[in-house]
């Protein structure tokens, strides 16, 4: 079960400290249901990840399978756009909980920033205060889903043909 919260943000927050940083790509096999792949490399590790992911904002059923870059390679044939590029970090927040924020498409006209907190129950989520600066909250948002996300992607694309 993944269980988190999304919120807009408008760069890296650099005032505290960053755990972990790589780069991702991801692209949609399906939307409905979402079915994913992502390949993310950071500066000691290389990771292939099919993803299958079920209805839902807070909470919903994820099931991550680490596939071999060959595998990967072969499914990133059935893609109808270029990847998603994410620029990944995660950083600590002063409570201990993980603040995870990713830059989408770098210099493309659908570029944005997103940060994401999970938590281990629903209670923990719904009770959480998130920092001041995480004041652009989009939970419950489904147009702010990579799924969604993707779906414009495509569309712009088919313009483009």
Sequence with gaps: MEIERK???DRFPCELPLLEEAVVY????SVNPIVRIRS???ENQEKY???FKGSGTLARQETEIE???EV???LKNLLQAPMIRKDYKVYGLPDGMKLECSLVDKGEPTEFMFAEIEFDTIEQA???R???FLEREVTQDRSYGMAAYWVKKLKFYKTLE
Aim: charged share 10%; glycine share 4%.
């Design 72 to 74: 990967f390679d072969q």
């Design 126 to 128: 719904l009770s959480y």
């Design 40 to 42: 993310m490399k950071s």
């Design 67 to 69: 596939i071999s870059k």
């Design 26 to 29: 991801q692209g949609y096999i």
């Design 7 to 9: 919120f807009l943000i």
């Design 49 to 51: 990840i099919l993803c």
């Design 130 to 132: 998130p920092p001041a």
